[in-house]
Nanobody, 122 residues
């Protein structure tokens, strides 16, 4: 089970840190990813991190502005988002993939959290 939190309303240029807490199974068993879905749009990849946190992968749209990290002791994955833009407004979902390689493919992810809403005002 994945529980995302940390969303909210922020002005353009601001920052937010999203958290995704895993329960029932250790987060270290999974590649973890963040995705987002804006109103009227398809869900898209944001970032992913391998099991030990040693490698990450970002969508071009957030590269340089977002940082994904994980604390396997706390069973939590984070997404630090800086320099937020109105186009970052979306529901953000965390997901877990029962594999070893970084992937942006939605269908590769096995478990999904409920989402947390990020709204960036201009």
């Amino acid at each position: 089970q994945l529980q995302a939190s940390g969303g909210g309303l922020v002005q353009a240029g601001g920052s937010l840190r999203l958290s995704c807490a895993a329960s029932r199974r250790p987060a270290s068993n999974y590649v973890m990813g963040w995705f987002r879905q804006a109103p009227g749009k398809e869900r898209e990849f944001v970032a992913a991190i391998i099991r030990n946190g040693g490698s990450t992968y970002y969508a071009d749209s957030v590269k340089g502005r977002c940082t994904i990290s994980r604390d396997n002791v706390k069973n939590t994955v984070y997404l630090q988002m800086n320099s937020l833009k109105p186009e970052d407004t979306a529901v953000y979902y965390c997901a877990a993939e029962n594999g070893y390689r970084l992937t942006a493919e939605i269908k590769q992810y096995d478990y999904w959290g409920q989402g947390t809403l990020v709204t960036v005002s201009s």
